[in-house]
């Protein structure tokens, strides 16, 4: 663990020097040592076996979806596990429901059993949310579900085939939330009417 952290340091001043983040006085020491204590608490409580051998980390994948008259999707697969169970990673501030985290990550997730079968031919074994939730007392919400459905990858392509007509219409209509935060279009959203 030792080799690890020291690893963490070294890559934490190399994006430091190529990011500029200006911080407040102690505000790295206290955001560096946050990460660390995460890093460490996943590791140690993830159910992942040490010795797994994963298929793909942080695969970028594309799947022509013209045959289902959609554009191409492109994405990056956090993790795919052996047996091809795909995960996907999230941080958040509190613990989620299950019947939440599966809504609101449904067409990540979807998207992701997509490019998998695209990719490889073969149907996903499972589809994982490791969610780590950063309170006082840090804790590793595992949300586990099966290969998409039918009615899942159907919902999917919908929603893609009303946002591409959306784009047609240029119908750019805002929805808030907090995806805003990392929108860079924020200022044309909010002068919409």
Same mark, same amino acid.
């Given at each position: 663990? &030792?080799?690890?952290?020291?690893?963490?340091?070294?890559?934490?001043?190399?994006?430091?020097?190529?990011?500029?983040?200006?911080?407040?006085?102690?505000?790295?020491?206290?955001?560096?040592?946050? +990460?660390?204590?995460?890093?460490?608490?996943?590791?140690?409580?993830?159910?992942?076996?040490?010795? &797994?051998? +994963?298929?793909?980390?942080?695969?970028?994948?594309?799947?022509?979806?013209?045959?289902?008259?959609?554009?191409?999707?492109?994405?990056?697969?956090?993790?795919?596990?052996?047996?091809? %169970?795909?995960?996907?990673? !999230?941080?958040?501030?509190? =613990?989620?429901?299950?019947?939440?985290?599966?809504?609101?990550?449904?067409?990540?997730?979807?998207?992701?059993?997509?490019?998998? %079968?695209?990719?490889?031919?073969?149907?996903?074994?499972?589809?994982?949310?490791?969610?780590?939730?950063?309170?006082?007392?840090? !804790?590793?919400?595992? =949300?586990?579900?099966?290969?998409?459905?039918?009615?899942?990858?159907? %919902?999917?392509?919908?929603?893609? &085939?009303?946002?591409?007509?959306?784009?047609?219409?240029?119908?750019?209509?805002?929805?808030?939330?907090?995806?805003?935060?990392?929108?860079?279009?924020?200022?044309?959203?909010?002068?919409?009417?």
């Amino acid at each position: 663990m &030792e080799q690890l952290q020291q690893q963490f340091d070294t890559l934490w001043q190399a994006d430091q020097a190529k990011e500029q983040v200006r911080w407040d006085d102690g505000e790295e020491l206290g955001e560096k040592q946050t +990460a660390w204590s995460l890093v460490d608490f996943y590791l140690k409580a993830t159910p992942i076996p040490p010795n &797994e051998m +994963a298929e793909g980390v942080e695969v970028s994948v594309e799947a022509d979806l013209s045959k289902h008259g959609l554009p191409r999707l492109i994405g990056i697969i956090d993790l795919v596990r052996a047996g091809g %169970r795909i995960v996907d990673f !999230k941080t958040l501030g509190q =613990t989620p429901s299950e019947e939440k985290a599966i809504h609101t990550n449904e067409v990540q997730l979807s998207g992701y059993s997509i490019l998998y %079968r695209d990719s490889t031919g073969k149907i996903e074994s499972g589809r994982e949310l490791h969610q780590l939730v950063k309170t006082k007392t840090p !804790k590793l919400i595992v =949300t586990q579900q099966g290969p998409m459905t039918e009615p899942q990858q159907t %919902r999917l392509f919908r929603q893609m &085939e009303s946002y591409v007509a959306g784009l047609d219409r240029q119908d750019f209509v805002p929805s808030p939330g907090m995806q805003c935060a990392m929108c860079s279009f924020i200022n044309e959203c909010k002068r919409w009417s």
